[in-house]
């Protein structure tokens, strides 16, 4: 699937000796041109005190995912000492993996080992924040290339040397910083995946496998159990293709566990928007429309690799959503799961449909705490842009937490509201609600009214819409790739770690 990842270590070497293909250091502005960061005076001192003029003389400003490239000249062991950029002030977890990241899409094809230079005075902290950086930057999808295509050097082994040997706070910190670098990769390889390849079988069976690979729990629905068990959402979005959909459930169980988790994904692995069909130019992204799906899926992975002390189940319903004769018609009525009624005005408002079935399914299980992720809404896109998702519950207050966790792990998440009134727009003259309103107007907030209503009674809920920030449609930055982010994960990680403390 993806790119096999770098290994990474921790060790107390010489940096102006280590043997590696390039050395990284960091680089802040500053009122002579740029700055060097900690732990980089045994380098400095190789280039006779004048390392950070050097970058300065070639045009380096310490800006944040600045990369400068400078041969060593035999001043050092390494032939090459990349420069990035930190950005101003004392660098926060975030800037260093936004300085790990580019550094390595730089060097993608250019190196095979890279070394970074670490101040023992910031560990553990910034030794997690590399390792997470460096993984997510060194990402790439190559699946589908074939063996005579272009496929750039790998970057094999990543070394972030330090003045004193690694202690077991600094081991942790990397240790955790894998396992939620990988739950990011796996959700970017299940999406970046065409839908061809990745139907709502495929999709469970890859489940499947997570859950032998982790010891979790795992249970599929095929069609033939939606339609007994009453699952009008799952089905009605699914029954217009050829390709059959499917409810997984994938959980961890811990001994020591005081709460419990509910994540619900949308995984509409294709939607070319029903019978109200999308226009085409609309189409080609929209294999990333079972984003929350792998989101949610791959966080339990992270969770139980972790060994947080908190159950955490994670429900992805998935479908493809098709035209054809046997599919759901605007005006048709779906008996959904737990007995409500759902006026079908618009098939391309689907998403809603297949989580409110899980939604409800899930609540049957009691959790204190659900979750939804979903690429929702084009609205959403509109008023946040592609780099911040949307926070929406009625719970001010678990709005303020899930928004102060994305900050912490280094995602944009910003609250939006169900204003009064958001439900009444969704009256039907048919059946107990609609699924679309009547305008277009504040289309996000009306989507969350919807789930609303499904709602186990009693549990916190917050609905994540990450429209805008699934799939990266424009150029790379930090250690963001083109195509898909992994967006939510890292929040919903931190959010399981945070109910396994106690803080929720």
């Avoid at 949308?266 to 939607?271: H, R, Y």
């Avoid at 599919?327 to 618009?346: C, H, I, Q, W």
């Amino acid at each position: 699937m993806s790119t096999t990842s770098p290994t990474i270590a921790v060790r107390k070497a010489k940096s102006a000796s280590i043997k590696t293909d390039a050395v990284v250091v960091g680089l802040s502005p500053g009122s002579d041109g740029v700055t060097l960061a900690r732990g980089t005076e045994e380098l400095d001192s190789a280039f006779g005190g004048k390392l950070a003029a050097t970058f300065a003389s070639v045009g380096a400003t310490g800006k944040a995912d600045e990369v400068t490239l400078i041969p060593s000249g035999g001043a050092v062991s390494a032939p090459v000492v990349v420069g990035v950029g930190l950005g101003s002030g004392s660098p926060t977890e975030e800037q260093v993996r936004r300085a790990a990241g580019a550094a390595l899409r730089r060097l993608a094809g250019k190196a095979t080992t890279v070394a970074f230079v670490l101040s023992s005075d910031e560990e553990p902290g910034y030794a997690g924040a590399l390792t997470e950086g460096t993984l997510l930057g060194a990402y790439a999808f190559d699946q589908f290339r074939s063996q005579n295509g272009t496929k750039p050097t790998k970057i094999q082994t990543v070394t972030f040397v330090t003045d004193k040997a690694p202690d077991k706070a600094v081991k942790a910190a990397v240790a955790r910083a894998e396992a939620i670098a990988r739950a990011v990769n796996l959700t970017r390889d299940w999406i970046n995946r065409p839908a061809s390849d990745l139907h709502p079988v495929e999709f469970a069976a890859d489940a499947k496998a997570a859950a032998k690979q982790y010891g979790l729990e795992f249970e599929v629905l095929d069609e033939k159990a939606l339609t007994k068990g009453g699952y009008g959402g799952i089905m009605g979005v699914g029954i217009g293709s050829t390709n059959p959909p499917r409810l997984v459930r994938l959980a961890y169980r811990s001994s020591k566990a005081k709460r419990h988790l509910a994540l619900v994904g949308k995984g509409i692995t294709f939607d070319s928007g029903g019978l109200s069909l999308k226009p085409p130019d609309a189409m080609p992204g929209m294999k990333s429309d079972m984003s929350g799906a792998a989101a949610v899926l791959a966080t339990v992975t992270a969770v139980a690799e972790l060994g947080l002390p908190v159950n955490v189940t994670a429900w992805a319903p998935m479908a493809e959503n098709m035209p054809s004769g046997t599919a759901t018609r605007p005006s048709d009525v779906l008996n959904m799961y737990g007995g409500k009624t759902v006026e079908v005005l618009n098939t391309d408002a689907e998403g809603r449909l297949v989580l409110a079935d899980a939604m409800v399914r899930a609540g049957e299980e009691r959790p204190d705490i659900l979750v939804d992720v979903a690429t929702l809404t084009g609205a959403c896109v509109v008023a946040l842009g592609h780099k911040t998702y949307a926070i929406i519950t009625h719970d001010t207050d678990f709005q303020q937490h899930v928004q102060q966790t994305a900050a912490r792990v280094g995602e944009n998440a910003w609250p939006l509201p169900i204003p009064e009134g958001s439900r009444e727009r969704l009256d039907s003259k048919v059946a107990d609600l609609a699924n679309v309103a009547s305008d277009r107007a504040g289309g996000a907030l009306v989507a969350a009214a919807f789930l609303a209503e499904f709602l186990p009674e009693g549990v916190r809920w917050a609905h994540l819409d990450i429209a805008g920030t699934a799939f990266n449609d424009g150029g790379p930055f930090g250690y963001t790739p083109k195509g898909a982010t992994g967006s939510s994960v890292r929040t919903l990680i931190g959010l399981a770690e945070d109910a396994a403390a106690g803080d929720l």
